[in-house]
Nanobody, 127 residues
Framework: QVQLVESGGGSVQAGGSLRLSCAAS????????LGWFRQTPGKEREGVAV????????YYADSVKGRFTISRDNAKNTLYLQMNSLKPEDTAMYYC????????????????????WGQGTLVTVSS
């Protein structure tokens, strides 16, 4: 049974930093897509950052490029999202997600490509 558990969310002032972690159990990090998504009330879940662990390729939403960095530690089965220069518009519930099917996909940031999800961790950025 796959379980993804996020941590590291919290409240921070604009310009600050946070690092989110996602600990996985029942799932190995090799050869697949893992990512971070976020959602605010009334809006569709948005892909923030994804990594294809087979090649190390990373994908970022335009709104976070240059500020967020996704990484993983295979030995610890943990995914990270380093968030710097945070803005109030980054406020959201952040979810870790993993894909079970193998092979390349065309839209790595599409939430519909992922079938394992964590419970979310809240990030609040104040101005």
């Amino acid at each position: 049974q796959v379980q993804l558990v996020e941590s590291g969310g919290g409240s921070v002032q604009a310009g600050g930093s946070l690092r989110l972690s996602c600990a996985a159990s029942g799932y190995t990090f090799s050869s697949n897509y893992l990512g971070w998504f976020r959602q605010t009330p009334g809006k569709e879940r948005e892909g923030v950052a994804v990594i294809y662990t087979r090649t190390g390729d990373t994908y970022y939403a335009d709104s976070v490029k240059g500020r967020f960095t996704i990484s993983r530690d295979n030995a610890k089965n943990t995914l990270y999202l380093q968030m710097n220069s945070l803005k109030p518009e980054d406020t959201a519930m952040y979810y870790c997600a993993a894909r079970s099917a193998f092979g390349r996909i065309s839209r790595a940031l599409g939430h519909y490509n992922y079938n394992y999800w964590g419970q979310g961790t809240l990030v609040t950025v104040s101005s």
